[in-house]
């Protein structure tokens, strides 16, 4: 339950933030689900996968997106869910699969949200092979966004 209240106090606190701008439409969280990421170490550049069911309230939505990055990879590469009207970025790269941030944003301009990726709901397992980590997030996955 804990990340649902995160969610929430970031989307209350991103709200009031915004207030003072303009009226905006109030959005809802983009729900991510399967999210997975897989590290691959052996083979220079270490690169990790990334993978999730997309579900969007705002849209009703659905549509899968999954990305590679690698190490030395740029932060603004953009990604296109199997719905190129929703794309996926890694802000600050992946150096910790146990520890990231996912970006959602449509190219339209009409929603954009990040969240990060770690704590308890995040299940990682380090192994001897290929890949060396695996990490499954454990229930739903939110990310808000706003316009
Ligand atoms: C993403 O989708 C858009 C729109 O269909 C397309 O123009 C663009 O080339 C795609 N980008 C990649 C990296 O496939």
């Given at each position: 339950?804990?990340?649902?209240?995160i969610?929430?106090?970031?989307a209350a606190?991103?709200?009031?933030?915004?207030a003072p701008?303009t009226?905006k439409?109030?959005?809802?969280p983009i729900?991510?689900?399967?999210?997975a990421a897989?590290?691959?170490?052996q083979?220079?550049?270490?690169?990790?996968t990334?993978?999730?069911?997309?579900?969007d309230p705002?849209?009703?939505?659905?549509t899968?997106?999954?990305?590679v990055?690698?190490v030395?990879?740029?932060?603004t590469?953009?990604?296109?869910?199997?719905?190129?009207?929703?794309q996926?970025?890694?802000?600050?790269?992946?150096?910790?699969i146990?520890?990231f941030?996912?970006?959602?944003?449509?190219?339209?301009g009409?929603?954009?949200g990040?969240?990060?990726?770690y704590?308890?709901?995040?299940?990682c397992?380090?192994?001897d092979?290929?890949?060396?980590?695996?990490?499954?997030?454990d229930?739903?996955?939110?990310?808000g966004?706003?316009k």
């Amino acid at each position: 339950m804990k990340f649902i209240t995160i969610a929430t106090t970031l989307a209350a606190a991103s709200a009031a933030v915004a207030a003072p701008h303009t009226a905006k439409r109030d959005l809802r969280p983009i729900s991510l689900t399967s999210l997975a990421a897989d590290y691959y170490d052996q083979t220079p550049p270490a690169s990790t996968t990334v993978s999730f069911q997309l579900s969007d309230p705002n849209t009703n939505i659905e549509t899968a997106c999954d990305a590679v990055w690698s190490v030395g990879g740029a932060g603004t590469t953009k990604y296109n869910c199997s719905d190129h009207t929703y794309q996926l970025n890694f802000p600050n790269g992946i150096y910790n699969i146990e520890d990231f941030m996912i970006q959602i944003s449509r190219p339209d301009g009409s929603e954009s949200g990040k969240a990060r990726a770690y704590g308890n709901d995040w299940k990682c397992e380090k192994k001897d092979g290929y890949p060396s980590e695996s990490c499954r997030w454990d229930g739903v996955f939110h990310v808000g966004v706003s316009k």
